[in-house]
């Protein structure tokens, strides 16, 4: 059972459990429909149950839950029962960063404030089946709100989405996707034309730069070294190597192992040959 402490609108009210006496969100349609305060409540099977002890990248979820709108907590419980559709199981303490920054994308919407992502080809591709559940946002806010929800604002929603499905937080995500971005530019720089991103070089680079930065944040080294034969056969691309791992180790605040050079080196020389035989 739960006591009701807040209703939030009809399908949102924050509660304290009788079991466990800490404070909850809980949400499904109806949930607060009549409801009055201190009343007891059963959560039914259609309803979710959010925790408001935890802290969040973005707060204390209690805070979050009671300062941002109740529609962008409905919308992204949403997005977040489509995630559990496809993936299975999520952190259910997404919630609150995704709805706080769903909260600010309705705002610039709203205000036609043009937000631009960088990020958002290689977030696509990094994090493909992420961003392709995103998109369910685009219905969810036209029908809500009458608003239109462009591919950009899309590919910070699929960051949120991957934070949930995996143990890294938005900020790890968007890291990779930054290291990503730089090492492809340096690439694109050095042979004087852009990557084809739905090439199978570029996949692999893109998912070789993706494990480094976990195996770096994890503290984790390659065994073997390819250094030595990959700068004696392929200096440029070892070069790059260097510099793109040199800034990744910097961002991460996080030495990245020596061994790393080689490898990426390798996938470089890869997309680089690739790029270069088109001609």
Do not use: W
């Amino acid at each position: 059972m739960y006591r009701v402490e807040k209703v939030l609108n009809h399908n949102a009210v924050i509660a304290i459990s009788d079991e466990s006496h800490g404070e909850y969100l809980l949400m499904g349609k109806g949930i607060g429909f009549g409801k009055k305060i201190n009343e007891r409540m059963e959560i039914r099977d259609t309803d979710t149950v959010y925790s408001l002890q935890e802290k969040t990248e973005r707060g204390d979820s209690g805070s979050l839950a009671k300062s941002i709108s109740p529609v962008c907590l409905e919308i992204a419980d949403e997005v977040l029962q489509q995630a559990r559709k496809n993936f299975g199981k999520v952190d259910q303490n997404m919630l609150f960063p995704m709805a706080d920054h769903i909260e600010f994308a309705v705002k610039r919407i709203q205000n036609h404030e043009e937000i631009r992502n960088p990020l958002t080809d290689d977030i696509r591709v990094l994090f493909h089946a992420e961003f392709k559940t995103a998109m369910c946002i685009q219905d969810i806010l036209q029908e809500r709100l009458g608003i239109q929800m462009d591919e950009d604002e899309i590919g910070y929603i699929a960051l949120h989405i991957h934070s949930a499905i995996e143990d890294e937080k938005v900020s790890q995500a968007m890291q990779m996707a930054q290291a990503v971005r730089k090492c492809v530019a340096l690439v694109e720089e050095q042979i004087g034309k852009p990557i084809d991103v739905l090439s199978l070089s570029y996949n692999r680079l893109m998912n070789h730069i993706r494990y480094m930065v976990v195996r770096a944040m994890k503290g984790e080294e390659l065994k073997v070294s390819m250094n030595d034969y990959m700068e004696l056969k392929f200096p440029q691309s070892f070069s790059m190597a260097q510099i793109v791992c040199d800034q990744v180790s910097h961002d991460l605040r996080k030495q990245l192992s020596e061994t790393e050079i080689g490898y990426l080196a390798m996938h470089i020389e890869r997309v680089t040959s690739a790029e270069l035989g088109k001609e």
